[in-house]
């Protein structure tokens, strides 16, 4: 499973600068091209630098509309860079700021989250820098202007700005009015996205013009918002406690009042699943530490009478998905308890699941009350309070920040491609993302087509043979590594992380995620040089309609092409084993990982037809690679 994004409005306190306070101008006859003279123009048009300056607070309420949720929101602004934005959907709600020292969130189950990562501090050291009116500097040394001509928006003639600066790769386009000098656009683009805002319902306030409407579209996932801002007034006094975050609320307690819990976990197909208990109902979910927000399926959390409403779009590997929410009342996670809490609702994620079937995902919101221990070997993992938690081992602490509240590391492939990976304990196997993979050529690699089975739905990549994948101290030999085969709109597309960790590497270590302190500490596990069995058939075994397992997908030029087996083919019988409707499939496919030159007979019905198969196991992946010690020399 892959990270699932709560309502992603961070109100961008540079784009609030540049882009939201506006007056109207007097019209201009003489054309401009000089940036640098329309931003001037622009601003004299609003009454002056001077007057924008004095504005040193701001308070705004209103509507919002964000995908299919309807809510109010509040905003506090104190120059130069605290805020706080509340957020309010009935079903949901969140808060989110910046005390002037750091960035914050705080989500919908009171989880508090402090916003360290690289990338996010460049940003708000462009916001600061932007409220000092630098980018009007000719000679600044970090921002740039150019003037790409006149656009077209509606059927306005617009001039058209480009504003990039030194600092990170960001890079915004305003569109201006030629008549009004109005900003009716603006495009913000950034590695892993690009916001498409339109501005209108000019109203003055204290002789500022401002857009008390505004449409938001965010790239590439179709996400929307809109607001409507029904009061705003300005140099009103704030008191500075308004921008720190509120408390988090701890929502659980461990039995017996210990301060951690051990629960054992079933590790199939790379998979974690553990225990949740719901109204008396005992069930296994998934533990994901890229899922964003917990997710229960809808079908089981109607069948526990609980009530699903809104809607939002959600993105996995490499699509967008539908989800809503409800409010799941007390429950258990092994021995743990909690009170009630807020998730995320997916249809159809059980059918979506084999053996054994998974009616919910533990995502942040549940995973970032802890630091959690996860022991692969003993098959284990162990919960501690954050406050009781004193690490004594000789592992390897890695600093970790959170990024779209997943863990983000550092991590060298083949000596050569490095850059921060996330950490998802959801995802069967480790993968890079498709940016990366452009910029550095490996999209062309010769690999293994496989698809994968996500919240998103299927995803086709190509499995690929490194020779080593490196996480600080630790080297792993002759790694498989998926390569998204298209950009897609979800997870792959993301370019400000290389790549996904997945449970194919994860499973080598013993891991401890500390979440208070955005670290990952690693130790060698006990199975840290085994390999671990690999699919020598090319095939994927999934089920038809009528629960019968089926070939759902043949990887061309494989083994289980060369023994003639086509996608769509039911399974009927397999090493002597009959295989009827509602068979495990993962016993199937376990069989699919013997020795090489070894045979699977199989029995297939194709149309009408009965075929007998002999399918011959090869090693699907040179080792002849060069030594991963002559590359990282």
Known sequence: MRRLPFPARAINIALICLCTLLLAGTGRSTDLSDPYEIMQAHYAAVGGLERLKSIITSQSEGRVHYDGLQGTFKHWENRPLQYRTEEDYSIISQIEGDSGDYAWFYDTNGQLLIVKDEETLKRRRISVLLDQYEHLDRQSPNFSMAFAGIATIGDRPCYEVVLTNTINTDRGHFFFDKETLYMVKSLHHQPDMETESVYDDFREVDGILMPFHQHNTFHPWEKTEETWITHYTNNQRIDEGLFLPPRTEKGYHFPDGDTSATIPFEFIENLIYLPVTVGGDTQYWVLDSGASMSVIDQEYAEKL??????????????????????????????????????????????????????????????????????????????????????YQGSGVVIDAPLKYRTFSLPVTIDGTFKSLWSLDLGSYHSSIHYPFAEKHGLLDRVGVEIVSQGMSGLSRERNIQFNCLQIDRFRLDLPLISLPIEKGVGATALGEVGGNLGNSTLRHFHLFLNYPEQKIILEEGISFNVAFPRDKSGLIIGRAENNQPMISFVADNSPATKAGLVAGDIIVEMDGQAVGPNHPITPLRYMLHGPASGSVLMKVQREEQILAITLILEDLYPTDTAACEDLVQ
């Open 305 to 390: 009478g609980m009530e699903v409403q809104g809607n939002i779009k959600g993105y996995g590997f490499g699509a967008l998905f539908d989800l809503s929410f409800v409010k799941v009342p007390g429950h258990q996670v092994g021995s743990i308890h909690f009170d009630s809490q807020k998730l995320y609702v997916s249809k159809g994620l059980e059918a979506r699941s084999y053996e054994p079937l998974m009616v919910g995902i533990l995502g942040y919101d549940f995973l970032s009350r802890f630091v959690v221990e996860i022991d692969y070997d003993r098959k284990q993992v162990t919960f501690h309070a954050p406050e009781s938690f004193h």
